[in-house]
């Protein structure tokens, strides 16, 4: 059974960094596009990045491009994303995914739905 754990998250003020961690268990990180995703009180939950399973290529949404890096570590099984210059609005509970390819080409790297594994989420708060 394929596990993420996610830890990191914390208090920071704007313009602080934070660095999140999501360790897989069940399964090796090179089999899955590994993403995160964040999501607001009352909003949905939204993409943040994404690394496919061959680690070739990393998305971003436009609104961390720039500040934020995911990184992975094979032999750790982890996924970590670097959270520079934060600000008041990347406050949210941020969630690491694991896609399968077939997933993937059917839902997409940008959404949910391509996604097969979620973590339990990490709060990440940024005070003004």
């Known amino acids: 059974q394929v596990q993420l754990v996610e830890s990191g998250g914390g208090t920071v003020q704007a313009g602080g960094s934070l660095r999140l961690s999501c360790v897989v268990s069940?399964?090796?990180?090179?089999?899955?596009?590994m993403g995160w995703f964040r999501q607001a009180p009352g909003e949905e939950r939204e993409f943040v990045a994404t690394?496919?399973?061959?680690?070739?290529?990393?998305f971003y949404d436009d609104s961390v491009k720039g500040r934020f890096t995911l990184s992975r570590d094979v032999a750790k099984n982890t996924v970590y994303l670097q959270l520079n210059s934060l600000r008041p609005e990347d406050t949210a509970v941020y969630y690491c995914?694991?896609?399968?390819?077939?997933?993937?080409?059917?839902?997409?790297?940008?959404?949910?739905?391509?996604?097969?594994?979620w973590g339990q989420g990490t709060q990440v708060t940024v005070s003004s």
């Open positions: 069940g399964s090796t990180v090179s089999r899955f596009a």
């Open positions: 690394r496919s399973w061959s680690a070739s290529s990393t």
């Open positions: 995914a694991a896609g399968t390819p077939s997933s993937i080409r059917t839902g997409g790297y940008y959404y949910t739905n391509g996604y097969d594994y």
